[in-house]
């Protein structure tokens, strides 16, 4: 494999050079990367510090995909993401900043999260004590064994998981290099991992009707399903999140993004923004990445962080089939991803010391717009003083929606009055079961929808969140990162192991180790 030495300090990237891009490279590539999402963003700064040339093709003028941030009135508001994970000891992001460097924008969000439910707050502590003590005296119930299990497991997971060259190993050879990093004791459970939460709920006699509607809640935001689709080896890793560090990031998402955009660079690395990828297409032993400009680039190596939704549209012939036969089998499996309706606001800074900064509440009555019975809101951290005018925060509020429920765009003034009644629902919903938030004074709002989203994003449907972690797909029929195809791996939320920070990261760290050792 040729490789390029380090080409020396870049150093922070400007507004300027942010905003229109650099032009594209006239040198060949060792490795092109099609979306400077974080998944996309993290394997460019693992492979660029070993040496190899790396290009990122950005379709838009800013980094981040879902996991970015956007300026508005003064404030930085997050575009999906809000929570930010994964930093402790074994976790993915600490291998991580080991080999590119840490990031220092991180703020604690202590407690990680605050359930509002019935009138009243549980609060979500880190400590695992603690926690266990607070939920047994909301819910009324005994749940010490089952809790437990989920961090006994969770810990397991990731100290297997840090050791792991490949997520999954998909070959001999890569099955033989991983078996020294197997852990036994998780692979003598995995029989009992792959039975749903619910199976593992009812072994542990947990049948109370409000507790199963708040793990339901809590495996809707981590896992995009319920106890009875997610598996126990997806829905551990959810249910245990708060287990860990939460933090919020000073200045917002997009402020990560920056960080491995600056290391891309610092590597030897390119970033190269406004080129839309048209079409990936196989040259005998090369790829051909064309863009809407006109551009064509050849290299051995791509990888793309395009959703599987959206790779049919850029592909040909096997290639094309290959994703499309994926969408198929989800459809045959009822796989459905979500779409989200997301409320951007500006408050004054009044709150109740009461409230943390990640709220999850669990409503009486689904609401009427969306069919949703929960609400996740995220405030910007107090001590930020980045993200909105003085005396002011940000607050994002998020909820599910089913792609059919949305009205098209299309529909100007039907979808206008959609939203408009749909934000007003949301806002009506959280004062009547928080009550801190009577006293709220918001001072701009705007929602975001589906077809927000796909605008922005480019994302099939404006879908959010990756593919579901159910029983029927994960984790054997999953999208796995490493294709059929000789130099040509998928990354982000819709291939293995799926959503969040923590598991795209562990997405680009697998394919990076695959490429590197010539897998």
Not at 3 to 32: N, S
Not at 205 to 221: G, N, P, S, T, V
Not at 260 to 272: M, P
Not at 471 to 484: G, I, K
């Amino acid at each position: 494999m040729e490789r390029a030495g380090h080409r020396g300090e870049v150093g922070k990237v400007t507004a300027a050079e942010t905003r229109f891009g650099d032009v594209l490279p006239d040198e060949r590539q060792d490795v092109i990367i099609v979306g400077a999402g974080i998944g996309g963003l993290t394997a460019a700064a693992l492979l660029a510090r070993e040496g190899l040339r790396v290009s990122v093709l950005e379709a838009i003028h800013y980094p981040g995909g879902c996991a970015s941030s956007f300026s508005k009135h003064g404030a930085s508001f997050d575009v999906g993401a809000t929570t930010f994970s994964g930093v402790d000891g074994a976790q993915p992001l600490a291998q991580l900043f080991d080999r590119i460097g840490t990031f220092d924008g991180l703020l604690p969000a202590d407690p990680p999260m605050g359930i509002a439910m019935d009138g009243a707050l549980l609060i979500r502590h880190r400590d695992r004590e603690r926690w266990i003590e607070e939920a047994e005296r909301f819910f009324a119930i005994p749940q010490r064994s089952f809790w437990e299990r989920v961090s006994q497991f969770s810990d397991a997971a990731y100290r297997m998981l840090q050791k792991l060259p490949y997520l999954p190993p998909q070959t001999a050879g890569e099955l033989i290099r991983s078996f020294p990093a197997l852990n036994r004791g998780v692979m003598r459970a995995l029989p009992g991992l792959l039975r749903s939460v619910d199976s593992h709920l009812r072994a542990h006699k947990l049948a109370e009707a409000r507790f199963r509607q708040f793990i339901d809640a809590q495996l809707l935001i981590t896992s995009q399903g319920h106890a009875h689709e997610i598996p126990f080896l997806a829905g551990a890793l959810g249910l245990s999140y708060p287990d860990y560090p939460v933090y919020s990031v000073k200045g917002g998402m997009i402020t990560y993004a920056r960080f491995l955009e600056e290391r891309i660079r610092t590597f030897g690395g390119r970033v190269s923004y406004l080129q839309p990828v048209s079409r990936l297409r196989q040259r005998g032993e090369e790829w051909e990445v064309e863009t809407r400009g006109g551009a064509s680039l050849r290299t051995r190596r791509v990888i793309t962080g395009i959703p599987v939704y959206n790779l049919p549209a850029v592909t040909e012939g096997a290639v094309r089939e290959h994703f499309t036969g994926i969408l198929r089998r989800l459809q045959r499996r009822n796989v459905r991803p979500w779409g989200a309706l997301t409320v951007y606001a500006m408050i004054e800074d009044n709150l109740s010391h009461a409230l943390p900064l990640n709220l999850q509440v669990l409503l009486r009555d689904p609401l009427a717009h969306t069919g949703s019975r929960t609400l996740f809101c995220s405030f910007s951290h107090p001590a930020d003083s980045t993200r909105a005018p003085a005396g002011m925060r940000t607050l994002t509020i998020s909820t599910h929606l089913p792609l059919a429920r949305a009205p098209q765009r299309e529909h100007r003034e039907e979808y206008r009055r959609w939203k408009e009644d749909a934000i007003t629902e949301i806002w009506d919903a959280l004062r009547r079961e928080v009550a801190d938030f009577a006293s709220v004074r918001v001072v701009r709002a705007q929602g975001g929808t589906p077809a927000t989203f796909h605008r922005y994003t480019g994302r099939a449907e404006g879908t959010v969140g990756g593919i579901p972690l159910q029983q029927s797909v994960f984790p054997f029929l999953y999208p796995r990162s490493a294709t059929p195809f000789d130099g040509l791996y998928s990354i982000g939320d819709t291939f293995f192991p799926g959503q969040g920070i923590p598991g795209v990261t562990l997405g680009a760290r697998s394919v990076s180790q695959r490429i590197l050792d010539g897998s």
